[in-house]
């Protein structure tokens, strides 16, 4: 099993970067894939990053792409994600998740394991 926690979130403004941390437990994190999804109020969750878990491929949403950066570091058993150029419509719960085995995946439900999610605000 695999336990994630978030940090990183927080208040910026519009222009700003923030970034977040996924800390997983456990002794296994390279055999996991790993992403980043977010839910505003009233949305839906919507998938942001992913990597695989040698962190050679990623992949984005269209609406973070050259904006947000995911990397991992299977040493550390942690995930970034890297956000610049942040606008209102960026602020959500951003969450971290784990896929064991297989590819990356774009799709909430193909994913074993989930953090309690971290709050960021872009002020305009």
């Known amino acids: 099993q695999v336990q994630l926690v978030e940090s990183g979130g927080g208040l910026v403004q519009a222009g700003g970067s923030l970034r977040l941390t996924c800390a997983a437990s456990?002794?296994?994190?390279?055999?996991?894939?790993m992403g980043w999804f977010r839910q505003a109020p009233g949305k839906e969750r919507e998938f942001v990053a992913a990597?695989?878990?040698?962190?050679?491929?990623?992949y984005y949403s269209d609406s973070v792409k050259g904006r947000f950066t995911i990397s991992r570091d299977n040493a550390k058993n942690t995930v970034w994600l890297q956000m610049n150029s942040l606008k209102p419509e960026d602020t959500s719960v951003y969450y971290c998740?784990?896929?064991?085995?297989?590819?990356?995946?774009?799709?909430?439900?193909?994913?074993?394991?989930w953090g309690q999610g971290t709050q960021v605000t872009v002020s305009s």
């Open positions: 998740a784990a896929r064991r085995g297989g590819p990356v995946a774009r799709k909430g439900d193909s994913y074993d394991y």
């Open positions: 990597i695989n878990w040698s962190g050679g491929n990623t």
């Open positions: 456990g002794r296994t994190f390279s055999n996991y894939a």
